[in-house]
């Protein structure tokens, strides 16, 4: 079993900048793919950021590209996610995810229960 517990999230003025992080337990995670995925209220989840098991490979939503930055630390078995330039639009809850494979992209097989994330106007 994988535990996943995120963190870093809060209340931020549009503009402002907060780091996600995403703290794997119980196995490890650094032969993995992960990713993060948000959730507004009354909105479906979707997908903000992916990154390979060995960090070489990095994929985004477009509404995040440039202003959002995905890192992981291996020895850690810690995920990040650097957001920058925050919008409104950009308040949700976000879950981090592990996928089945080392690459990018699902199936995730694990999440965290979520962290959220507030910017205000």
């Known amino acids: 079993q994988v535990q996943l517990v995120e963190s870093g999230g809060g209340l931020v003025q549009a503009g402002g900048s907060l780091r996600l992080s995403c703290a794997a337990s119980?196995?490890?995670?650094?032969?993995?793919?992960m990713g993060w995925f948000r959730q507004a209220p009354g909105k479906e989840r979707e997908f903000v950021a992916a990154?390979?098991?060995?960090?070489?490979?990095?994929v985004y939503a477009d509404s995040v590209k440039g202003r959002f930055t995905i890192s992981r630390d291996n020895a850690e078995n810690t995920v990040y996610l650097y957001m920058n330039s925050l919008k409104p639009e950009d308040t949700a809850a976000y879950y981090c995810?592990?996928?089945?494979?080392?690459?990018?992209?699902?199936?995730?097989?694990?999440w965290g229960h979520g962290t959220q994330v507030t910017v205000s106007s």
């Open positions: 995810a592990r996928s089945r494979y080392g690459r990018t992209g699902g199936p995730y097989d694990y």
């Open positions: 990154i390979s098991w060995d960090s070489l490979s990095t």
């Open positions: 119980g196995r490890t995670v650094s032969t993995y793919g």
